[in-house]
T-cell receptor, first 114, second 113 residues
Framework: DAGVIQSPRHEVTEMGQEVTLRCKPISGHDYLFWYRQTMMRGLELLIYFNNNVPIDDSGMPEDRFSAKMPNASFSTLKIQPSEPRDSAVYFC????????????FGPGTRLTVL | GNSVTQMEGPVTLSEEAFLTINCTYTATGYPSLFWYVQYPGEGLQLLLKATKADDKGSNKGFEATYRKETTSFHLEKGSVQVSDSAVYFCALVNAGNNRKLIWGLGTSLAVNP
């Protein structure tokens, strides 16, 4: 099993540009989570999906952030327009119903907004 | 509400020293408790878990016991190695919380040779 796959691993962009982060969960997992990690705020849950449906997006910081899951094997997190304070590591994680709440994390995308 | 409090780091130890990282929680009902580890440049991975009071989770020489009376889940290892240098996160999930993991802020551990 390839595990959770995220792309790109690193992204450097300028303020105001659109950023799209991608995630492929583990096959068969029906939950997908997007997290943001910074030194100041630690690990924050942004949004999570169950069976491709967004369940809780209360952690999405503002309207500039949006997430989609068009099918069971793909999700995107988009920031438009990006700002320097969005600089962080963004993790995607997935979980199967049978895995008793163990979440499997991807390697993360390190985003730098200049 | 549900919350997790971890001891602040960084924690710096010499190889073969004893490790304790404290974790306490606040939760309604009967949560499940977890320790995740994040090695440098990687995502988090599950280290151990406990699903009910008095359970002991263990893995890779690490242990933690679910203490309901003290609402604690302290992580311990008898002899740390340089390769244990990482950030450790305590977390809980409560059935009444839409099964979201509630995370501590993480504790950074550095083990020197």
């Amino acid at each position: 099993d390839a595990g959770v796959i995220q792309s790109p691993r690193h992204e450097v962009t300028e303020m105001g540009q659109e950023v799209t982060l991608r995630c492929k969960p583990i096959s068969g997992h029906d939950y997908l989570f997007w997290y943001r990690q910074t030194m100041m705020r630690g690990l924050e849950l942004l949004i999570y999906f169950n069976n491709n449906v967004p369940i809780d997006d209360s952690g999405m910081p503002e309207d500039r952030f949006s997430a989609k899951m068009p099918n069971a094997s793909f999700s995107t997190l988009k920031i438009q327009p990006s700002e320097p304070r969005d600089s962080a590591v963004y993790f995607c994680a997935s979980r199967g119903t049978a895995s008793y709440n163990e979440q499997f994390f991807g390697p993360g995308t390190r985003l730098t907004v200049l | 509400g549900n919350s997790v409090t971890q001891m602040e780091g960084p924690v710096t130890l010499s190889e073969e020293a004893f490790l304790t990282i404290n974790c306490t929680y606040t939760a309604t009902g009967y949560p499940s408790l977890f320790w995740y580890v994040q090695y440098p440049g990687e995502g988090l991975q599950l280290l151990l878990k406990a699903t009910k009071a008095d359970d002991k989770g263990s893995n890779k020489g690490f242990e933690a016991t679910y203490r309901k009376e003290t609402t604690s889940f302290h992580l311990e290892k008898g002899s740390v190695q340089v390769s244990d240098s990482a950030v450790y996160f305590c977390a809980l999930v409560n059935a009444g919380n839409n099964r979201k993991l509630i995370w501590g802020l993480g504790t950074s551990l550095a083990v020197n040779p």
